[in-house]
Every structure is written in structure tokens, then in C-alpha cells.
């Protein structure tokens, strides 16, 4: 599974997240995105991507591939990968599965996949929304019913979307849950039932079937690999 991050940057809750995953039988990649804008707190850091506009779409797709193409180099690979993200790395991980190809998406409360004419720029030149022709996997999304990025509307677009050119996928609205709702670091935090819901299905997305979803189980292991490099893309992809 490629697990990219979100706009809080490489931080304690991303890596922890992706421990879990390792401890359950999954091999993660989780590279650093903001790596290449300088060392330091994570805060700080991506205070600093975010003055700069972000890091651009193109970078992180590349990203994406590259801890793609090192998860299945892996001998314990069974040459299938997922590629999942919470906030704006929900946003990344969409975009990626359109843009390259993959065996299972989770978007999980991804801003910016619906984007308005104004909002895009140098480094988001279009919306993830208007690839979704190219979506190459199933979608697992989950989203929070009082969130504002993606708002329901955005939500609501998407779907529409999904619908139009036919892709496989499955969308969940949580009622009184806002944005970051199963995370530690969440502002709207909701109750430990839907938390645990919420965090079941995202991680049993990719591996309810094999016939539903392609990305099941990467490779089993015991513990997650110790950091190593994607250096074709330049970016930091950590196993943790």
C-alpha cells in the first residue's frame, strides 16, 4: 500500500497509521512529500509548502509511482498495491489511481478533488474530478457529513461523476463527522463507534475480495520494512 500524507506533512500520526497497516499484514511505502522543501518539524515544514502553494500534482503522482514500482520490486510482493491518503493525500491518492495505474483507491476526506475554475494553479492545473475517466481501480471514499473540504456538494459532484463513466466505488457520509474524523489529530472528532467503522472499512477496502477489490493484502509481513529511498522520483519512501 502507498500511503501519501497529508497537508500536516511526514508526522507522528501518518507514520503510527502506517505501523497499523504494517502490523496487520501490509507492506507500506509512505513517502515524505514536503521532502524536498527542507528538513525540520513537520509543522513547520509543511507551513512552508503551504506558503509555497503546495507541492505540485505532477511531483506527487511521480511519487506515487515510484514507492508503486518499489513495493512491487520487493520479493515478499504479490505485485498488487493500493495507494491511500487522508486530507489533501486523499486528493493524491485519486489523482494517482487516474493518472497511473493501480489495484485499489482510498480516498479518505480528500479537499480538492472538485475544484473551482479559480482555484487551480501552476501546481494544480485541473481537477482530479475531471480525470476520473481514467480512474484505472476500485475507490473505497470516506467523508464526514459536516466537513467543508470536500464539502457533501463536492461529494455529491464526484459520485456523479463516478457514475457517468461507469467506475467502481463505494462512498460512505458519516453523519456529525467533520474533517479528520478517525484521526488523532481530526478537528471534529466523532464518537469511538464511528471511528472504528470508519477505520475497518478503510482498511479492509482493498482486501474485501479479490473479485471487489484488486489491491488486497500487498505481501504479508510481520512488521513494516525500515525506511528506504524512492530515489527515481527524488522523494523519501518510508516502510513504518
Known amino acids: 500500500m502507498v500511503w501519501l500524507h497529508h497537508m500536516p506533512g511526514w508526522d507522528e500520526w501518518t507514520k503510527e497509521a502506517c505501523r497499523k497497516l504494517a502490523h496487520h499484514g501490509f507492506m507500506v511505502a509512505?513517502?515524505?512529500?514536503?521532502c524536498r522543501a527542507g528538513t525540520g518539524a513537520p509543522e513547520d515544514v509543511a507551513a512552508k509548502v503551504r506558503a509555497e502553494g503546495g507541492v505540485p500534482d505532477a511531483q506527487v503522482v511521480a511519487d506515487a509511482a515510484a514507492c508503486r514500482d518499489f513495493l512491487r520490486a520487493l520479493p515478499q510482493s504479490n505485485g498488487k498495491v493500493g495507494v491511500t491518503g487522508?486530507?489533501?493525500g486523499g486528493r493524491h491518492a485519486y489523482l494517482a489511481a487516474c493518472l497511473e495505474p493501480f489495484d485499489a483507491c482510498v480516498d479518505l476526506w480528500g479537499g480538492g478533488v472538485v475544484m473551482r475554475p479559480e482555484d487551480l494553479t501552476e501546481k494544480r492545473p485541473v481537477a482530479p474530478i475531471d480525470y476520473t475517466e481514467r480512474l484505472s481501480c476500485p475507490l473505497l471514499g470516506l467523508f464526514g457529513e459536516?466537513?467543508?473540504a470536500p464539502s457533501p456538494e463536492q461529494v455529491r459532484q464526484h459520485e456523479e461523476a463516478l457514475q457517468r463513466h461507469g467506475k467502481q466505488y463505494e462512498f460512505h457520509m458519516y453523519a456529525g463527522a467533520g474533517h479528520g474524523f478517525f484521526t488523532t489529530t481530526g478537528r471534529r472528532p466523532t464518537g469511538p463507534s464511528r471511528r472504528?467503522?470508519?477505520g475497518r472499512r478503510s482498511s479492509a477496502s482493498s482486501?474485501?475480495?479479490s473479485a471487489e477489490w484488486e489491491g488486497r493484502r500487498c505481501a504479508r509481513t510481520s512488521s513494516s520494512t525500515r525506511s528506504s529511498r524512492a530515489q527515481g522520483s527524488g522523494g523519501?519512501?518510508?516502510s513504518r
Open 30 to 34: 509512505a513517502p515524505d512529500l514536503y
Open 86 to 88: 487522508t486530507c489533501s
Open 146 to 148: 459536516e466537513d467543508r
Open 196 to 198: 472504528s467503522t470508519a
Open 207 to 209: 482486501a474485501s475480495t
Open 236 to 238: 523519501r519512501a518510508g
